[in-house]
């Protein structure tokens, strides 16, 4: 990273010393005295753009050639300031410097000025209350950074897959990051970045860094911080297939995006175990696909569909397991009153026709010789995270169940329902009357008519 190089020679330090007084040195009274200085500072973060700069003072109009030296070893820099353009820890150290004029006048050596190099700063982002959400709920995100200091603003970043452009953050791991400035950034400058209400298009990885100083000196970026919203109504749905959560190793997967106000440039998108959000698919007209055609661990995640303008479905969270069982539940939230049916499946094995211990938030529920349980009717109290067990073949992963309530024409009907069947029997008395008084009309009348024609029949 850095383009300075120290030590170009390989003798010891007491022949580097020994080297440095055999320099002729102007004794007499006001010789020129060379003055190091270091900008912006002499101690720095790793990273940062450091100059070093060498004056002769009281030296006149003399033309100087320049000697510097780090911890009393001669250096290969001649030069009278040099730039170490990203910083390391490396460079720390006590730094001199000496003029010596083509008449073979030097000047005094400067005192030593120590560049302290330390870590640049990090910056740690958490969410409150929680990263899945639902929309309308509230949440607030907060940027801290490890520096004692208080006076850093910061900045707010999503990461996205990769196009021209975008900065790139390498990570100790490995793989490199994508992340974009968010349009408001500006408004979470105190350290606490609030969406409030939440929507849907609010769905996606967020990251921040602090800054302070001129030159700005910038931390390190976050560890990255997702955000799920799920809303009652999104534009598209992800529909997946095999339609569940829990799947395979080895197993195929097929995701698509089924729209539902004709938007363009659908693609699906996943945030995996790396802590990247990658296209799964590319968008088109008509919508996109993922096919996955051998799942490992690694497709472990969180995947949702995302239009070029920003809209979202509602995230699903995928889990592959390379063990024996897994644990067949809803992709989407259940609605209460519905039933909720949950599944122990078994690799190799076509039939779920087996035992299996079903268990809610670690505690047993129900023990199935069908391999199947099933809530008839679902309550906001059936949330929360289920799996299943077999003696033999093991245990699945855990999967939330959501419950979604059922909202008001869920209850507006069974009031609807309540109030005819009141009108009706609280009108029942005055339609008996009504009909019974019908009835006898009609009789009357068929009467009346009889009388007549057979009068008719008479006088013919």
């Known amino acids: 990273m850095s383009s300075v190089e120290y030590g170009g020679r390989t003798t010891s330090s007491a022949e580097q010393e020994m080297l440095i007084s055999l ?53 290969n820099h001649t030069t009278q300031e040099f730039k170490i353009r990203s910083v390391l820890h490396i460079h720390h150290g006590n730094f001199t410097c000496r003029g010596q004029s083509s008449d073979s006048q030097s000047s005094e050596i400067s005192d030593a000025v120590t560049l302290t190099v330390s870590e640049r700063p990090g910056a740690v982002l958490s969410v409150s209350p929680q990263s899945w959400l639902t929309e309308g709920d509230s949440v607030t995100l907060s940027c801290e950074d490890t520096d004692s200091s208080t006076d850093w603003t910061f900045s707010w970043y999503t990461a996205v897959p990769y196009r021209d452009g975008l900065t790139q953050i390498k990570h100790n791991r490995g793989y490199i990051t994508y992340v974009e400035l968010l349009s408001d950034s500006s408004r979470g400058s105190g350290g606490n970045y609030t969406l409030s209400p939440a929507a849907l298009n609010h769905t996606g990885v967020y990251m921040c860094r602090g800054e302070r100083g001129e030159p ?51 693609r699906v998108r996943r945030y995996t175990h790396s802590e990247r959000v990658l296209d799964c698919s590319r968008g088109s007209v008509t919508g996109s696909t993922c096919k996955i055609s051998f799942l ?23 889990t592959v397991h390379d063990g024996g ?37 670690g505690s047993v529920l129900q023990t199935q010789t069908t391999g199947e349980m099933i809530i008839r009717t679902v309550s906001k109290s059936d949330e929360g995270f289920y799996h299943c067990k077999h003696p033999e073949r093991g245990e699945s992963l855990k999967s939330w169940v959501s419950v979604r309530a059922s909202g008001p024409s869920g209850v507006e009907a069974p009031f609807s329902v309540l109030m005819l069947i009141s009108s009706v029997v609280t009108a029942s008395p005055y339609l008996l009357v009504t009909i019974i008084l019908l009835v006898k009309c009609y009789k009357a009348r068929a009467h009346t008519g009889e009388y007549r024609i057979q009068n008719a029949v008479i006088e013919e």
């Open 216 to 266: 700005a000196l910038h931390t390190q970026y976050s560890n990255p911080q997702p955000l799920w919203i799920t809303g009652e109504s999104p534009p598209v749905s992800l529909i997946i297939n095999p339609s569940r959560t829990q799947h395979f190793t080895d197993d195929s997967l097929s995701l698509s995006c089924e729209d539902q106000i004709n938007s363009t440039g659908w």
């Open 325 to 361: 069982v897994i644990l067949e539940s809803p992709v989407h939230p259940v609605t209460e009153g519905h039933p909720l049916t949950l599944r122990c499946l078994y690799r190799n094995t076509k039939s779920s026709n087996l035992r299996a211990d079903f268990y809610k938030d």
């Open 296 to 318: 490992s661990t690694s497709y472990t995640g969180v995947y949702w569909c995302e239009s070029e303008s920003g809209e979202n479905s509602n995230p699903v969270n995928i």
């Open 23 to 75: 320099i002729p040195v102007a004794h007499a009274q006001g010789s020129p005295k060379a003055v190091v200085s270091i900008t912006p500072d002499t101690h720095v973060f790793t990273g940062e753009t450091v100059t070093l700069r060498c004056d002769v003072q009281g030296g006149g109009n003399t033309q100087w050639n320049y000697s510097w030296y780090k911890n009393n070893r001669l250096t």
